[in-house]
Structure formats: C-alpha cells, structure tokens
C-alpha cells in the first residue's frame, strides 16, 4: 500500500523527543505543580489543623515549631486545603533529595508575628 | 483526527435510545438466612443480574454481636440488590457460594483470610491476601485486632496448585520478575510447551489499606484510597467520592460532573496508550513500544499541565473536586488531543497491519463468553469477549448519562479482540475528553457534604476504569468516620480470568497474554 510507506517513512520524521534537557536544564514545572508544601510563617497562627488533615501524619506542631517529614508527606495537599489562614501552599520546589535522611524533616518556628 | 476503524471483527454497540438515562434505584438492604445467600446471588444472576462482590463485615461496631457477610449484584436495569446474612463469633460459618457463582470465590477467601469467616464448601479454600507467614487465627479485620500490632510470624510453606504426572513439569515464576513490575507469582503446569494450568497467587503488597482507613474521617481516607494503585487513581477516587456522596446525600455541582468526565477519560486513554505498548512488549516489538511510550508521555504532561499531577492524583474527591482544572492547559488540550490522537491513529495502524504481530495477537489467550460471564470478567477483559459491560452505559454517574458512552465489544476473546477493544475505546476517549472540555460549564467545583452520615449507614460507588469497573462498599462510623471500607478494583475481579485464559497456550505466550489484561497488582492486593 503506497500510503502506508509514504506514512512509515514521513511520519518518524516530524517525531521529536518528548523528554526535555534535564538536569542540564532547570526541570519544567507547570502552574498547577504540587512540589513541596512551604509554610508561610507570617499567615500560621499554630492552630494545627493541617496536623488532623495529613492522612500520613508527616506534620508535627508544637509550641514553637511547625515540622514536615518529607519522607512521609505524599503531597496531597489536604494541609493546605484545610488551613484556615491559608499558610501552606504547594510550590513549585520538586528537587527535594536530601544525603542525611534526617534532612528530610523541614522545621519552621511559626511564631513569627504578622 | 482519522475515523479509521481499527478492527473489522470489532462492533460497536448502538447506544441505547432511553437518554439521558435516569439512574436505577438499588434495593433496600434484605437478610436472608446464610443458607439462602448462595441460591438467592444465583437465581438473581440467573435473571440478567451481574455478581458486584462479596463484603465480609464485622457488626460489633454497629451496635450487632456478631460478624455478617453481605453479597451485591447489579439487577439487569442498573439497580443493586444487596443481600446480607448474620453469623454468630462462635460459629462464623455459612454454605459457600462460590459454587453457585464462580465469580465470588476471590471474595470468600478474602473474607476467610481478613474476617475468620468460613464459606464452607469453597472449591479453593487456600489463604489469599494473607500468606502463610501470617499465623493462624490472626483476622486483622476484626474490630478487636488493633491495626498497629504485628502478629508473630507463622512457620509454614505455601503449597501451590500443581498438576502431576507423565511429562508433566513445574515451572515457577517469581514473584521477583525481570521487568519493573509488581510481584505475583505464577507457578505453570506444563506439557512441553503447552501450558495445562496456571495457578496465580498474588498477596505479596497486602498493605492492609482497609483497615489503616478505618476510625479516619471520610474526607482523611481519600487519598489513601486514591493511591491503592498507581493507575487507577480517579477511577478510585471517584468510586470512593460517588459512595460518600451516596452516603451524605450530596449532589455534586455541573462543573465537577463535567471535570469528573474529562479527568476519567484522560487515565483510560493514557493506560490504553500505555497498555497497548505493553502488549507489544510482550513479543518484544520494539518499535510499537517506544512509539506508544512517547505517546503515553506527551499524555502524562497533558494531565500534569491540567492538573499538578501526572497521574492525576488530589483532583477528584468528596463533594466535587478538590481543584479546578488549570485554564492554561484547559486551553491547550484540543490542539494537544488532535496531535496525539492523529499519533495514536496511525501508530495503531502501523502496528495491526505488521502480519508478524497480528500474527501472535491472534488466537492467543481466548476467553470465551461462558468463561468471562461465569468469572465475572469486567472492563476490557469483558467487553473483548463479547460481553458490553460498561458502567457509564449500564449505571451512568458523573456527566455520562448525557454522553452516549457507547461500549465497543469484539467476540473472538484472544490478544488481539483485546488490543481491538482498547485501541477503539482510547479513540472514543478523545472523543469524550474533546466533548467534555467543550461542555463543561463554569460555576463552583464542589458542594459541601449535605448531610452527616448516619452511623451504621451503607452505600456503594463504582467507576468504570481503564481496567473495567472498580467498586467502593462503604459504612459511616461514629462521628463522620469509616466503619468499614472495601475496594474490589477490576483488577482483583479479571486476575482469575487471566489464570484462565492462559491453559492450552504455549508458555512463551503467557508475558503476551498477561499483558493483554495488563492487571494491575497494588489495587488487587490493597
């Protein structure tokens, strides 16, 4: 069949790859991206609710401190979703590898008066 | 966009004229006697209804004394009947029903693993999802047994299926596999070449999700039910959403309904894509199968630019959605669908006219329609032997009853009836996706939950998904928390299918076969 040649022969030639440059590039990371939940310190009044909501309990907050074990968090958004001040917000930060597995564990003193 | 039908052996089915179609109302709860449950499920079935599963329960958190096994089938107009008989703790025993429906007999091991209860007169009253490692008497699905306590491990040996004889031999394989997958292990009775039984054992990623969701609030399990699996996550999503608002009374906004469409369409048609590839690579066709990975990539950045998420995770949940879909790339899907679907279309093409493909997809694994009836085969599994089971036609949610989703079938039940089907439904996904987009209107994206579920309350909630139609059977506890929660993904209800399909192939098939259903292991295993 002449067409399907034509087809098997033309098409692979506007095939391009999909993948894109990185790590030699900054990675492409859309608007809607959920990378890592950064809390913001001004907004927090400690109320704890993103506490209840983590399905993974990856959030610890006391007195002082609001902690996020990134080993556990599974970046479902439901902290920022059930925040009432509306301090925490998925962003765009995806390169979360860490050397020390302790690192993982991110801590913020929320006090910080607004 | 091309209009070319893949498969002369495949139909599609007219839609039905009745539209939009009103949904079926389900049937009260009824209890019957335990010896009852089993004739009652078979004479249901023998009217047109279709088995939905079995669902252990254990009713001292409801205020009963005892345990309870509760079966569900779909009556022919789409409604459910349910049907539940109680069991004392001294004596958890009822007449299996397996016997009479053959479909439920993954679900009474399950329940004897998970519960203590016993389907007596079960053909294969082997453990399931817990292994023998587990010890005896140890039913983490009852109430008393704390989730967090590990059990001591048990000192006994699996023993599989085998078929013994003159020339016959054994062939194991994993659960430790070459590729990427998941683990399963497979242990083959052979003939020469020719495989006389294959006995499957699946389990080894039992993470015990229903029970880490009980005592959690209905909104707190959502993702956890959404991630049981990699692929099916807005199917399951969905299911689980559509039986909260079943339980609460909610009525989800038009934009959602709409979005909920789009969101489904848009897994079917990246795991089609991908799953075609893969039955290429069950025969190690190497062009068809980075053809269609590339394919399947360009779609994974479609549901990333859409949603956040490449596999569409945190989109769908209780109420509505948790999120409105991206404008950005709402503008961008039809010129993006268009390029894919013109791709797709003629990789598609190229792939059923090599002779040396078609060749191999031919014949290969046949389940017939007696066989895919009796086992309850869904979604594709189905549909390629002849059977048009599809729930956005036979029970429509979302936005579907206004769509005219028309199942596509094909008779013959071999690799290639099955390649047919999902490369004519990925087409028809384009389609819906396209329409989706076009008629989903503006407004709110989630409606808050209507009413407190009442404890002790029940509903079920099901999504057709790329592997067919996954069921949520769900129970309010106290204070808008879970009772008790089953998921029965179409994976768990078609791996028995495949255990059938593959006697009287030549082992060096099974990978083309296996692929051919492209199960998923993590959704069966929970």
């Not at chain 1, 790859?17 to 809607?32: H, I, K």
């Not at chain 2, 409105?324 to 390029?339: F, T, V």
């Not at chain 2, 032997?385 to 094909?410: I, K, T, W």
Request: proline share 8%.
């Amino acid at each position: 069949m002449p067409f399907d040649v034509f087809d098997r022969l033309l098409r692979p030639l506007r095939f391009r790859p999909v993948t894109s440059g990185y790590p030699d590039l900054a990675p492409e990371v859309g608007a809607p991206a959920r990378g890592l939940p950064e809390l913001d310190e001004v907004r927090c009044d400690g109320s704890a609710a993103c506490v209840g909501a983590c399905p993974t309990r990856a959030i610890v907050v006391t007195d002082s401190t609001w902690s996020l074990d990134l080993g556990a968090c599974i970046f479902c958004g439901a902290c920022a979703r059930a925040c009432p001040r509306d301090a925490i917000r998925l962003g765009p930060r995806i390169e979360l590898a860490v050397r020390d597995p302790a690192d993982l564990v991110i801590s913020r003193d929320w006090r910080v008066a607004g | 966009m091309s209009t070319v039908r893949f498969a002369p052996s495949t139909v599609a089915v007219a839609p039905s004229t009745a539209s939009p179609a009103l949904p079926a109302a389900d049937g009260a709860l009824e209890w019957v006697a335990p010896d009852a449950l089993g004739p009652r499920v078979r004479d249901l079935i023998g009217d047109g209804a279709r088995f939905i599963m079995v669902v252990g329960l254990d009713e001292r958190s409801v205020g009963g004394t005892g345990l309870a096994v509760e079966a569900v089938v779909a009556r022919s107009d789409g409604g459910l009947a349910r049907l539940r008989t109680g069991l004392t703790l001294a004596e958890p025993s009822y007449p299996s029903i397996s016997p009479l429906v053959p479909a439920a007999h993954w679900d009474e091991r399950e329940l004897k693993d998970l519960l203590g209860i016993v389907p007596v007169g079960h053909p294969d009253p082997r453990r399931l999802v817990l292994h023998e490692r587990w010890p005896r008497g140890y039913h983490p699905l009852r109430k008393d047994i704390p989730a967090e306590v590990r059990p001591p491990d048990a000192e006994r040996t699996f023993v599989p299926f085998e078929v013994h004889g003159e020339g016959v031999y054994q062939l194991p394989v994993g659960p430790i596999h070459a590729g990427v997958i998941e683990p399963g292990h497979f242990r083959f009775s052979a003939i020469g070449e020719r495989v006389l039984h294959l006995d499957a054992r699946l389990g080894f990623v039992h993470r015990g999700l229903e029970k880490i969701v009980e005592g959690r609030t209905l909104r707190a399990a959502l993702p956890i039910v959404e991630r049981a699996c990699g692929v099916c996550t807005v199917t399951h999503a969905l299911a689980y959403s559509q039986a909260v608002e079943a339980l609460t009374a909610t009525t989800v906004p038009p934009r959602a309904r709409w979005a909920r469409v789009l969101l489904a369409e848009l897994e079917r048609l990246y795991n089609h894509a991908g799953d075609l590839g893969n039955i290429c690579a069950g025969i190690g066709f190497q062009p068809a199968i980075s053809r269609l990975g590339w394919l399947k990539e360009r779609l994974l950045r479609v549901n990333d630019a859409l949603t956040g998420h490449r596999y569409l995770t945190g989109v769908v949940g209780p109420g509505g959605l948790l999120a409105d879909l991206d404008p950005d790339g709402l503008a961008s899907l039809p010129a993006a669908l268009a390029e894919i679907g013109s791709d797709l279309a003629a990789t598609v093409r190229s792939i059923v006219r090599s002779e040396g493909v078609m060749g191999r997809f031919h014949g290969a694994g046949v389940v017939g329609v007696e066989t895919a009836t009796a086992l309850g085969a869904l979604g594709v599994a189905a549909r390629a032997s002849g059977l048009p089971a599809d729930l956005r036609r036979d029970r429509p949610y979302a936005a579907y009853a206004e769509l005219n989703a028309a199942p596509v079938v094909a008779s013959a039940g071999d690799v290639a009836a099955r390649f047919h089907v999902r490369a004519q439904e990925a087409h028809e996904s384009l389609r819906l996706v396209r329409d989706a987009a076009r008629r989903m209107p503006a407004g709110p994206i989630a409606a808050p939950l209507a009413i407190a579920a009442t404890p002790g309350a029940s509903a079920l909630g099901a999504a057709e998904g790329p592997r067919g139609a996954s069921w949520i059977w769900l129970r309010a506890g106290a204070d808008g928390t879970i009772d008790r929660l089953r998921l029965r993904s179409a994976s768990f209800a078609n791996w028995p299918v495949v255990a059938a399909a593959v006697p009287g192939n030549l082992v060096p098939d099974f990978p083309l076969i296996n692929k051919s259903f492209e199960l998923c292991y993590a959704c069966t295993d929970r």
